[in-house]
Structures are given as structure tokens and as C-alpha cells.
């Protein structure tokens, strides 16, 4: 009897250790369920020519459209990183880009490339501050800068609760928490 429980207790452990071992093992194939990396290599290419850190791109399709290409806001910003027309106008423009429509937006190389630009933009115009940068995406670089000037928030990841919109204070949140789970998955 007393055999019977001792092995039925070492079967048990070492089944134990082979699920916890399986489940190490396993941990960064079933975690990209959630956090993919959609058009990888369109990302990669376009955050390499911007030099921006290519998991704070797929940070902003996740939480921007979910990796839908379809994607449409009802404020009308298009495609996997939810592109204004307008933003989309100014950097065909700055880009040399001519007879650009917003349908573009639409076509994954196009909006990862749009996208990357400008967050490569706002990138230059904030320094490098990473929550500037988000909260700039969401609510435009003007805001931002209202805020900064005005003493209202200064960027600092510790007091995102001074941010005034509370739209925007929440994609920050969101768009940093997607960062993190983004860099510690694939770096």
C-alpha cells in the first residue's frame, strides 16, 4: 500500500515537471497567439528605414485595428495603424508622393509605411520619449505640445493620469502595455 502511494506521488511529480517544462518551452509560441507580428517583414523593413523600434509599430496595429487592413474608424482614420486621410495627405506630400488617395490606406505597405514615417516624425520632434510619441499618434503632435507647454503632463510614464483626454491617456496605457508584452516577447 505504502509503495503504491509513493509511486503514485513520484509519477505525479515528474508529470508535474513535464507539464511546467512543456509549458517553459512552449510559452512563446502559444503568448503570439496574442500578440502577433502581422506583415512582419513590411513592419521590419519600414522601421528599419525610419529607425524606429519595430515592436512599438506592431504595438500601434494591435491596438489601432487588431491587424485589420480593413479596418475604418468612425472618425475615418483607415487601415492597420489608423491613418487620418489628412495625416496620409501631408505625408504623400513630404514623401513626394502624387495622385495619393485614402483608399491607399488600405494597402498594408502603404499604411506601415505612412505610419512608420510619422511615428519616425513624432520620434524626432519628442526626443525619443515613447509616451510622448503615443500620445501624440492618438491626439497629434499640436496637443501634445499644448500639454507640454502649459506644465499639463510632460510625458513621464508615471503620471499618464495627467494626460487631459481620457481617450488618450487610455490608447497610452494600452499602446504601452502592448509595447512591453511586444519587447519582452521578441527581443
Known amino acids: 500500500m505504502r509503495h503504491n502511494v509513493k509511486r503514485r506521488l513520484s509519477i505525479s511529480i515528474w508529470i508535474l515537471i513535464l507539464a511546467l517544462v512543456a509549458v517553459i518551452l512552449a510559452f512563446p509560441r502559444w503568448i503570439t497567439i496574442f500578440y502577433p507580428q502581422p506583415h512582419h ?19 500601434i496595429i494591435r491596438a489601432e485595428s487588431k491587424y485589420q487592413t ?3 474608424s468612425p472618425v475615418g482614420a483607415k487601415g492597420l ?4 486621410p489628412e495625416t496620409a495627405a ?15 490606406l488600405h494597402n498594408p ?15 524626432q520632434e519628442f526626443d ?23 506644465g499639463q503632463w510632460d510625458g ?3 503620471q499618464l493620469d495627467k494626460i487631459p483626454f481620457k481617450e488618450t491617456q487610455l490608447y497610452v496605457k494600452n499602446v504601452l502595455k502592448n509595447y512591453e508584452a511586444y519587447r519582452a516577447i521578441y527581443m
Request: glycine share 6%.
Open 41 to 59: 517583414d513590411l513592419v521590419l523593413a519600414a522601421s528599419c528605414e525610419y529607425q524606429i523600434d519595430p515592436n512599438l509599430v506592431f504595438a
Open 70 to 72: 480593413s479596418a475604418e
Open 81 to 84: 495603424m489608423q491613418i487620418m
Open 90 to 104: 501631408w505625408i504623400a506630400e513630404k514623401q513626394g508622393i502624387e495622385n495619393f488617395t485614402a483608399d491607399e
Open 109 to 123: 505597405e502603404t499604411n506601415i509605411n505612412f505610419g512608420c514615417w510619422y511615428i519616425a516624425s513624432l520620434n
Open 128 to 150: 525619443g520619449q515613447i509616451p510622448l510619441i503615443i500620445a501624440a499618434y492618438n491626439a497629434g503632435h499640436g496637443k501634445v505640445q499644448q500639454w507640454i507647454n502649459s
Open 156 to 158: 513621464d510614464p508615471e
